[in-house]
């Protein structure tokens, strides 16, 4: 009879296609995974991956262990929910994947407020300047600028955020898009974004991006040196001397869209986080936008008639 911890082990390598990448989530070293692993295929007589130097290849009985052992990973799950019972609080590990403007600006937030409602709960949260593989396992839940459109999964969506032009508030001001030249642009690095919608200044036809990086957490700082770029308005009220500019001719909406693995969307635990997530997000987004728009105003002098 097969062990379930050994199908645990099994499910880790075969989500991250290595020993290396599955021994931390499985707390152990890669050496005692590869045991683990050796040891299954020897009690089932036959191989499970076929392993080369660029990692672990699922063979076709893998593919088909892969899909029963994981069937039976989310019987267990819910099963245990049902064992604890849907009154009680929020209990176990959850990791959220998130690009790393909204991992930043937002999670931290609304994480804390559901944590404190379910002192039982552990949330991780992923900040990835990519798209997190729900299919691997690398996160429970992922927020996605795009939704998906391949794969087994359930997408929601969160709620539209604002993006602006911004700049220091003692930089000279802008009547129109050609005060700008010669300004240093911040913008992502050009061959590293991820997902078109991230491509604001291409949209914009601002030119070359003279101060680039991967991270939204990063640009941001790049423009409290002095540059102008595109801005998530829900990001300034973190950085109080960058304020919005030209915002009748730039103007951005993007959407934030909560993905999870189709095999849970029978799990009332991740039902019911996915539904606080959303509402705590959405209620943030707003409360920062908000934030953004009253402290231009009161930033802004007055203009005598």
Sequence with gaps: MLDWDD????????????LT??????????????????????ALGAALFLKSPQGYALTDLGLRLQSR?????EAMRLALEEGQGASQGLTGQVRIGAPDGCANYLLPQVAARIQADNPGLEIQILALPRV?????READLAITVSPPDAGRLTV?????YSLHLGQRRDAPPAATLADLRGRPMVGYIPD?????????????????????????????QLLRQGGVGVVHDFALPFAPELGRILTQEVSLRRAFYL??????RRSDRIARLSAA???????????LEELARLTDRTAKPTLQP
């Design 21 to 42: 990448g599955a021994a931390p989530g499985l707390r152990m070293d890669p050496a005692t995974v590869g045991r683990r692993i050796a040891r299954l295929e020897e």
């Design 192 to 220: 590293m974004i991820f997902d078109r919608a991230l491509d604001y200044l291409g949209e914009l036809g601002l030119g070359t991006v003279q101060l680039a990086s991967n991270s939204v957490a990063v640009q941001l």
């Design 132 to 136: 997190v593989n729900l299919s691997r």
């Design 69 to 73: 052992a994981e069937e039976a990973e």
């Design 156 to 160: 929601q969506k969160i709620t539209d």
């Design 277 to 287: 997530l959303i509402q705590g997000l959405r209620d943030e987004v707003a409360r």
């Design 7 to 18: 199908m645990r082990v099994f499910l880790g390598v075969a989500r991250a296609r290595s």
């Design 259 to 264: 993905v999870r693995h189709d095999a849970d």
